[in-house]
C-alpha cells in the first residue's frame, strides 16, 4: 500500500506541473479572442461612418484609411496572467500593394494601477501574421503608473491602434483581429521546487511498485 507522504508528494507533483505549463489549458492567457468583439469606442479614422467594421464569429475586422484606434474594456478576474512573458497578437492584414511593409498595428495594455504599455509591431507585410513582443518591453511605455510593471492579473482596459506608416492615407486598409493572448509561461522557483520533490517521490513509488511484483 502507498504511504501517506508519498500520496501527498504525488498529487503535489500532479497540479506543480499543470501550473507549471504541463497542460496547456494553463499554457495561455487569452485577453480577447475578438468572437462576437464590439469596440466600447472607435476613434478617427476609425469612427463610423468613416470606417466598416465586421464583428464576426471569430474575428474583428476594420477597413479605413489613415490612423485610427479604438478603447475596450477587458478587466477579467479570472483570467491569470502572471508570470507571461510575452504578448502575441494574431492578425491578418489587407489593402492595396502599396500598403505592403508599411502598416503597423500597435495595442496598448492598461493594467489597474495606471501603467500603460504600447506594444506596436510596424512595417507589416500584406496577409497573415503571428506577432509577439516581451512582456517586459514595449515599444514604449505612456505611463509607469503606481507600481513599475504590467500587473498582468489585474489587466482593465486595451487600445487597438494602425499606424499606417509610409503607406499613409492614400487608400483603405482592412485589419482582421483574430486573437491576442499572453503566452511563454515561466513558473515561480516555488513551483519548480515543489515539481522536482513530486518528481522523486513518483521515483521512489515506480521502483517500490518494481521490487513488489
Excluded at 507549471?20 to 469606442?41: K, P, Y
Excluded at 476613434?43 to 489613415?66: D, K, N
Excluded at 500587473?151 to 492615407?169: I, R, T
Excluded at 491576442?180 to 513509488?205: D, I, K, N
Amino acid at each position: 500500500m502507498m504511504r501517506e507522504p508519498l500520496k501527498r508528494l504525488a498529487s503535489a507533483a500532479l497540479v506543480a506541473a499543470m501550473l507549471g505549463g504541463g497542460s496547456s489549458a494553463f499554457a495561455d492567457a487569452v485577453i480577447t479572442n475578438f468572437d462576437n468583439f464590439v469596440s466600447d469606442a472607435l476613434y478617427p479614422s476609425w469612427a463610423l461612418p468613416s470606417s466598416t467594421v465586421v464583428s464576426g464569429p471569430t474575428s474583428y475586422s476594420i477597413t479605413a484609411t489613415g490612423y485610427g484606434s479604438n478603447y475596450k474594456y477587458i478587466e477579467d478576474p479570472t483570467r491569470l496572467g502572471a508570470g507571461h512573458q510575452n504578448v502575441e497578437l494574431t492578425i491578418t492584414l489587407g489593402g492595396p500593394v502599396a500598403a505592403d511593409g508599411h502598416l503597423g498595428p500597435i495595442v496598448t495594455l492598461i493594467d489597474i494601477d495606471g501603467t500603460r504599455n504600447n506594444y506596436a509591431w510596424y512595417g507589416q507585410t500584406l496577409g497573415s501574421h503571428v506577432l509577439s513582443m516581451a512582456v517586459a518591453s514595449p515599444t514604449w511605455v505612456d505611463s509607469p503608473g503606481a507600481t513599475p510593471g504590467l500587473d498582468l492579473n489585474g489587466l482593465q482596459h486595451m487600445h487597438m491602434q494602425l499606424d499606417p506608416g509610409g503607406f499613409g492615407a492614400q487608400g483603405q486598409y482592412t485589419l482582421e483581429w483574430q486573437h491576442l493572448q499572453l503566452t511563454g509561461f515561466v513558473p515561480e522557483p516555488g513551483s519548480l521546487a515543489l515539481a522536482a520533490c513530486g518528481g522523486v517521490a513518483m521515483l521512489a513509488l515506480r521502483r517500490r511498485k518494481s521490487r513488489q511484483s
